[in-house]
């Protein structure tokens, strides 16, 4: 089957395209809210420490929280826990803006972004739980292009969502950026929580049959979250190195842009990577495009000008969708029954915490020694989720989809 007619099929499954063009809105805010707290917290303290400190605490709580909203909505239902979460994270991110701009001290600030991070609803783990219901009159096959299609689509939010923050930015404050993204949260739920898909959602039987360590039971999704960690580490690294290695150049505002051309790099690597059907074993697979990843991100400490930086930010863009892609397609192929939106949202949930303890270790890094260390930083998270790849590949092959291990088991 043509690439081309690939994609076709997915988007003529029932409600497919309507789904995608909700969740566009309410996804926006992901690629708005790393940069702006950072640019944000760059204008008004004076200090990428402090910025990145900050930032580190909104994703942090976002990490931890997500697999538990997942939990509870596998158990309660989808609308019944996303709204009233929107709307506290809503109110959390207007108090993060005004105390912020009345110079409130750091620890407040990072406290208001633990409860920002808390709150928001993990909107692709629940969508990606949904394309098997989707696509279930389908092909099976067609799953790896519609998560690589979900990756394309997130890829692009974080081209849209740096390139609006850096525009507010010069235009106004990144305040405005800061304000616009819970605004669009609550509208693009609104339009979500609509479609037929998400209206029929069906608690499974099997929810909460799996004890305290729910979709952990699975050996699987416990080697993508170890492996995860150290590759959102990489990327958090790069959301604060980027914007310093622009204004080492005489460019603050330029951050945005890079930060836009590395994610257009991973979103044409996702598209490639759905184009095709890939047979063979899915865990050796994921090891191989995960060794791929320190390639693109060594040479960028060597970058020597702003126009260098550019095609190598590109090129270290390349694998990050179709690595995360696969690891998506295994989480949903090894989630014990009855918690797959918690599954869906334990790798990301890694990728987030990696993120934010990235930002934090690079601001420190820009601010104490040079954003040449900080990309160097960047490298050696990707060289060891590489590694742990290649060591754990085996536990990702499942004969049976649900396939589990005690609860006990210390393979971590």
Same mark, same amino acid.
């Given at each position: 089957?043509?690439?081309?007619?690939?994609?076709?099929?997915?988007?003529?499954?029932?409600?497919?395209?309507?789904?995608?063009?909700?969740?566009?809105?309410?996804?926006?805010?992901?690629?708005?809210?790393?940069?702006?707290?950072?640019? =944000?917290?760059?204008?008004?303290?004076?200090?990428?420490?402090?910025?990145?400190?900050?930032?580190?605490?909104?994703?942090?709580?976002?990490?931890?929280?997500?697999?538990?909203?997942?939990?509870?909505?596998?158990?309660?239902?989808?609308?019944?826990?996303?709204?009233?979460?929107?709307?506290?994270?809503?109110?959390?991110?207007?108090?993060?803006?005004?105390?912020?701009?009345?110079?409130?001290?750091?620890?407040?600030?990072?406290?208001?972004?633990?409860?920002?991070?808390?709150?928001?609803?993990?909107?692709?783990?629940?969508?990606?739980?949904?394309?098997?219901?989707?696509?279930?009159?389908?092909?099976?096959?067609?799953?790896?292009?519609?998560?690589?299609?979900?990756?394309?689509?997130?890829?692009?939010?974080?081209?849209?969502?740096?390139?609006?923050?850096?525009?507010?930015?010069?235009?106004?404050?990144?305040?405005?950026?800061?304000?616009?993204?819970?605004?669009?949260?609550?509208?693009?739920?609104?339009?979500?929580?609509?479609?037929?898909?998400?209206?029929?959602?069906?608690?499974?039987?099997?929810?909460?049959?799996?004890?305290?360590?729910?979709?952990?039971?699975?050996?699987?999704?416990?080697?993508?979250?170890?492996?995860?960690?150290?590759?959102? =580490?990489? =990327?958090?690294?790069?959301?604060?190195?980027?914007?310093? =290695?622009?204004? $080492?150049?005489?460019?603050?505002?330029?951050?945005?842009?890079?930060?836009?051309?590395?994610?257009?790099?991973? $979103?044409?690597?996702?598209?490639?990577?759905?184009?095709?059907?890939?047979?063979? $074993?899915?865990?050796?697979?994921?090891?191989?495009?995960?060794?791929?990843?320190?390639?693109?991100?060594?040479?960028?400490?060597?970058?020597?000008?702003?126009?260098?930086?550019?095609?190598?930010?590109?090129?270290?863009?390349?694998?990050?969708?179709?690595?995360?892609?696969?690891?998506?397609?295994?989480?949903?192929?090894?989630?014990?029954?009855?918690?797959?939106?918690?599954?869906?949202?334990?790798?990301?949930?890694?990728?987030?915490?990696?993120?934010?303890?990235?930002?934090?270790?690079?601001?420190?890094?820009?601010?104490?020694?040079?954003?040449?260390? $900080?990309?160097?930083?960047?490298?050696?998270?990707?060289?060891?989720?590489?590694?742990?790849?290649?060591?754990?590949?085996?536990?990702?092959?499942?004969?049976?989809?649900?396939?589990?291990?005690?609860?006990?088991?210390?393979?971590?």
């Amino acid at each position: 089957m043509e690439a081309r007619e690939r994609y076709a099929r997915v988007l003529r499954a029932p409600h497919a395209r309507a789904l995608l063009i909700a969740e566009i809105p309410a996804r926006l805010p992901v690629g708005i809210n790393g940069l702006a707290i950072v640019l =944000f917290l760059r204008e008004h303290s004076g200090s990428y420490a402090a910025a990145g400190a900050v930032a580190a605490a909104f994703g942090l709580a976002l990490g931890v929280s997500s697999p538990l909203i997942g939990r509870l909505i596998d158990r309660r239902g989808l609308a019944q826990v996303v709204l009233p979460l929107a709307m506290l994270h809503t109110v959390a991110m207007v108090g993060l803006v005004a105390l912020g701009l009345s110079g409130a001290p750091v620890g407040v600030l990072a406290l208001l972004a633990v409860f920002a991070g808390a709150f928001l609803p993990p909107l692709g783990s629940i969508s990606r739980s949904l394309w098997p219901r989707i696509l279930r009159d389908e092909d099976p096959g067609l799953l790896s292009t519609a998560l690589a299609l979900e990756g394309v689509m997130i890829e692009l939010v974080f081209v849209a969502g740096p390139l609006i923050t850096a525009l507010l930015s010069v235009l106004v404050d990144p305040a405005a950026a800061l304000l616009l993204s819970p605004v669009l949260l609550l509208g693009g739920l609104s339009l979500f929580l609509m479609q037929p898909p998400v209206r029929t959602w069906v608690i499974s039987e099997h929810a909460g049959s799996h004890g305290p360590w729910g979709a952990l039971r699975s050996p699987g999704i416990r080697t993508l979250v170890l492996c995860t960690l150290p590759m959102g =580490f990489c =990327f958090g690294a790069m959301e604060v190195t980027l914007p310093a =290695f622009g204004e $080492a150049h005489g460019h603050r505002e330029i951050g945005g842009v890079l930060l836009a051309v590395w994610s257009a790099g991973s $979103a044409m690597g996702g598209l490639l990577y759905g184009a095709r059907h890939w047979s063979g $074993a899915a865990g050796r697979r994921y090891a191989r495009l995960a060794a791929l990843l320190p390639i693109g991100y060594l040479p960028l400490a060597l970058a020597p000008s702003i126009a260098a930086m550019v095609p190598l930010a590109l090129l270290a863009g390349l694998s990050i969708a179709p690595t995360l892609t696969a690891g998506n397609q295994i989480a949903g192929d090894v989630a014990p029954e009855g918690t797959e939106t918690e599954a869906y949202t334990w790798p990301v949930t890694s990728l987030v915490c990696g993120l934010a303890i990235g930002s934090w270790v690079a601001g420190a890094l820009v601010e104490g020694i040079d954003w040449q260390a $900080a990309f160097l930083a960047c490298a050696g998270g990707a060289v060891l989720s590489a590694l742990l790849a290649a060591l754990r590949w085996r536990t990702l092959q499942v004969g049976g989809r649900r396939g589990v291990e005690p609860a006990y088991d210390a393979a971590l």
